[in-house]
């Protein structure tokens, strides 16, 4: 079984668009996939708009951080294999078949995770950020197979095997933003195999690039990273909720 874990605070906007494409995409597999919203105290219409999709279960965490609504969602699911998407992500076809194909291949497999594809960036922008993503496979190679210091993990699109979360103790709450995609590989890394793969690409917004600026932006979750697998903390304590279109 599947289950697809979506953490959402103030997504009126966006969780429409990204359910839409998770539905899509879990309907190939009948009951054997759910979908569940985790409403992450959302002050906006978040709650109304998911509970107007049929069959998608939203679950109030009233406790506002996205470790803890990832926690929330690994506790509620009942799937073998839980996949972790942003409320802002567009899932592409196919998406869901590859997860499964790789796991079947693989019993090995703790995790898989791939890069995002901000879909509403300039093209400049886009090839940055893949040069951001090549930088991974350093990690999830070197440091994971060989100095056996970890690996990392796109937060927002990653699927992790339910016997592996459970070895692990699911995810760290007191990690309320950055570092917690790079805490849970980690973790994962010791019980399993974690993998970055191209072959499980994300659609997904690029308001925080935007935002923040796309190198600003990629210079701090690189650095978080390096804290993270070196100290075993992030650097940055503190983030700002983006929510603009």
Do not use: W
Not at 176 to 197: N, P
Request: proline share 4%; hydrophobic share 40%.
């Amino acid at each position: 079984m599947i289950s697809i874990v979506i953490p959402a605070y103030n997504e009126e906007k966006f969780i429409g668009p990204c359910l839409k494409s998770v539905l899509r995409e879990a309907r190939c597999y009948g009951d054997e996939a759910e979908v569940l919203v985790i409403n992450n105290a959302s002050t906006d219409r978040t709650r109304e708009v998911a509970c107007g999709y049929p069959g998608v279960r939203v679950i109030d965490e009233p406790c506002k951080g996205l470790s803890r609504a990832r926690h929330r969602g690994y506790l509620e699911s009942r799937g073998d294999l839980v996949v972790n998407v942003d409320a802002d992500c567009l899932m592409p076809r196919g998406y869901l078949s590859r997860v499964v194909r790789s796991f079947e291949l693989d019993r090995r497999l703790a995790l898989l995770t791939g890069p995002f594809l901000y879909h509403d960036l300039p093209q400049v922008a886009q090839v940055v950020t893949i040069l951001f993503y090549l930088f991974q496979f350093v990690p999830n190679t070197i440091g994971q197979r060989i100095l056996g210091l970890g690996a990392v993990a796109q937060g927002g699109n990653f699927t992790a095997r339910r016997s592996a979360l459970e070895k692990v103790g699911g995810y760290n709450t007191a990690l309320t933003f950055y570092g917690e995609d790079t805490d849970i590989a980690i973790r994962l890394s010791h019980v399993g195999l974690v993998r970055f793969s191209f072959t499980v690409l994300m659609k997904t917004s690029g308001r925080r690039l935007r935002k923040e600026g796309v190198l600003r932006a990629g210079t701090l979750y690189t650095l978080n990273i390096i804290f993270m697998i070196l100290k075993g903390r992030p650097l940055t304590r503190t983030h700002h909720d983006v929510r603009i279109a």
